[in-house]
């Protein structure tokens, strides 16, 4: 009889088209060829349940429920905040997925449970949960309380005093679910690295699985037609453009950034590609030189046929996928030292890492000029050696075999 593992998801992990959902899908995908699973996750794009048929080809069942819009999930978090409780645990509450979670908990009948993202460790903390032999896994992914006290840092009130609140508080929740289940998952050794410092109680449950890339998909031999106008040097930045960290990466670079590049190249152009760009993002595109596409159908041709790819993100957690994708393809990638942190790859060698305006569009008019011809086959077989998901899901199916669980505290 096949293992049968409850699989919970803050999002629904199909299609894979942003961080989150890739590294939940290729998660899923691995282990269902080992499991039965039970897949349950919450849905903020209407337009993803079109592809439930996909998932439920992967799993035996799929509860995928609505989570509203981004007011009435902002509103139902207000509403069920309580003292010393993060707001993003009543963001991602819903009461029907709840419902389905704890009524298959309490059936007994699955070996394991994987969690995806510390907003959903509440679903298995729960007396529910509490029966000898269930395998729990928490995959955390990023310290996202770090994420929060960036924001803090950057503030102003009252801002700064709810993004302190929700880091405080967020920290201490993420301590409290590592403790209570058997292994917790970070995306890269540095990121488990620093939550250990912070939780040291939970060190010895604390592990990471790398994230990777797609090889096959992003493949420098299938570039697909370019996208660009002939005789321009396109720069090209990808990513979910509602999101705030891709926001200011892109609004520094448009306005602090392009001036020094225009001037010393004038054929640069700087392409934002990427779904849902706010009004803030659009309005970029009157700076010269900046060009935002908003969601395309692929990818992979505005990253392939660009000059040079960028990442000059200033609050980043875990492992960019825009970084590794970029790689994949075999272009020169110039990157801040954040959205560089727990990438596998050789700084000089592999990627440019750079630090401020002047470092950015030094490296990037290097680059331009044809001085690192050799950057992008060497970014290429960087990630193939370190990122390819194939290799990197391995250290998953360790985690995931039933071995030796460390103690669990009860929750009553």
């Not at 919970?8 to 290729?26: E, N, T």
């Not at 992914?141 to 503030?155: F, G, N, P, T």
Request: hydrophobic share 45%; with cysteine.
């Amino acid at each position: 009889m096949a293992k049968r593992l409850l699989f919970l998801c803050h999002r629904i992990p199909y299609p894979p088209d942003k961080g989150d959902k890739i590294r939940a899908w290729h998660m899923l995908d691995r282990l269902a060829q080992d499991w039965e699973i039970d897949l349950g996750c919450l849905v903020d794009d209407p337009a993803d349940l079109d592809h439930l048929p996909t998932l439920r080809t992967r799993c035996a069942s799929v509860e995928a429920r609505r989570t509203g819009t981004r007011r009435q999930a902002a509103l139902r978090a207000i509403l069920r905040c309580r003292p010393g409780q993060p707001l993003s645990l009543g963001w991602f509450r819903e009461a029907g997925l709840w419902d389905w979670t704890q009524a298959h908990l309490a059936a007994g009948t699955h070996d394991a449970v994987f969690v995806y993202s510390s907003a959903m460790a509440p679903y298995v903390m729960t007396p529910a949960a509490q029966r000898p032999g269930l395998r729990r896994v928490l995959d955390m992914v990023d310290v996202d309380s770090e994420k929060w006290r960036a924001y803090a840092a950057d503030a102003k009130p009252p801002m700064r005093q709810v993004w302190a609140r929700e880091a405080r508080t967020l920290l201490a929740f993420e301590r409290r679910a590592a403790a209570a289940f058997d292994r917790t998952l970070f995306v890269s050794a540095a990121e488990a690295a620093q939550f250990r410092a912070m939780a040291p109680e939970a060190a010895s449950r604390i592990d990471h699985v790398d994230n990777g890339v797609d090889l096959s998909a992003y493949d420098p031999q299938q570039p697909g037609s370019s996208p660009y106008a002939a005789g321009t040097l396109p720069i090209v930045f990808t990513g979910t453009m509602d999101y705030r960290p891709n926001i200011e990466a892109v609004a520094w670079f448009a306005q602090e950034v392009m001036p020094l590049l225009r001037d010393a190249a004038p054929q640069a152009e700087f392409h934002i590609v990427g779904a849902n760009p706010t009004p803030a993002v659009r309005a970029l595109a009157a700076l010269p030189g900046v060009h935002v596409s908003g969601g395309v159908p692929r990818i992979q041709p505005w990253i392939a046929h660009g000059a040079v790819s960028v990442a000059p993100l200033r609050i980043a957690r875990g492992i960019q996928n825009k970084v590794l994708e970029a790689m994949a393809l075999a272009r020169p990638v110039v990157a801040s030292p954040e959205a560089f942190e727990g990438v596998r790859a050789l700084p000089g060698r592999d990627i440019l890492v750079a630090e401020g305006a002047a470092a950015m569009a030094d490296n990037v008019l290097d680059v331009l000029a044809g001085r690192h011809p050799g950057l992008g086959a060497r970014a290429r077989a960087a990630v193939t050696e370190a990122h390819d998901w194939r290799a990197t899901l391995r250290r998953l199916d360790a985690v995931m075999a039933p071995d030796a669980a460390a103690p669990r505290r009860a929750f009553a």
